[in-house]
């Protein structure tokens, strides 16, 4: 799960309940509701990471 701290109208409360579990991955930007519009190349970057580990 990939959010920024601006700007959303998501309630990002309960992440904590799925933050530790193995199949999720959560990353907050310093950015508004959309980071891959905001900050393009690390959330491009943080994404191919996520899915290099996932051939592993």
């Known amino acids: 799960m990939y959010h920024g701290v601006r700007g959303d109208f998501t309630n990002y409360r309960l992440k904590r ?3 530790d579990r193995t199949n999720w991955h959560v990353q907050v930007f310093e950015t508004g509701a959309m ?4 900050s393009r190349t ?5 994404w191919d990471e996520f899915l290099e580990a996932q051939q592993e």
């Open 35 to 38: 980071p891959y519009f905001e």
């Open 17 to 19: 309940y799925f933050e």
């Open 42 to 46: 690390e959330f491009m970057a943080a």
